[in-house]
């Protein structure tokens, strides 16, 4: 399994910004994908950003122009740089490494979560 902690999160007025970060226990070329994941209160845990091994992004549509994910692979981070946040933003921020093992066996890994509350 794949050991992810974020950090980064905290309490920003709308408008503002903050960056997200996840380190990765193992080189993340030996990752297929990682990704940003959020979940508000009495909602579904719903994908923010994704990228993969071979740099392909994918955005929610709430975010796109907003957030741009990236990673540094020889700090074995990825990164969610959070623009012009919303109330809408305020959420945990879970990062998540997905690994194909086999042809059949896939892994996926996640942090712990990370807040993030856009407020006035």
């Known amino acids: 399994q794949v050991q992810l902690m974020e950090s980064g999160g905290g309490l920003v007025q709308p408008g503002g910004s903050l960056r997200l970060s996840c380190a990765a226990s193992i080189s993340i070329f030996s990752i297929d994908s990682m990704g940003w994941y959020r979940q508000a209160p009495g909602k579904e845990r719903e994908l923010v950003a994704r990228?993969?091994?071979?740099?392909?992004?994918n955005y929610a549509d709430s975010v796109k122009g907003r957030f741009s994910i990236s990673r540094d692979n020889a700090k074995n981070t990825i990164y969610l740089q959070m623009n012009t946040l919303e109330p809408e933003d305020t959420a945990v921020y879970y990062c998540n490494a997905l690994r194909v093992r086999s042809r059949a066996i896939k892994e996926d890994s996640w942090g712990q979560g990370t807040q993030v509350t856009v407020s006035s």
């Open positions: 990228i993969t091994n071979g740099g392909t992004t």
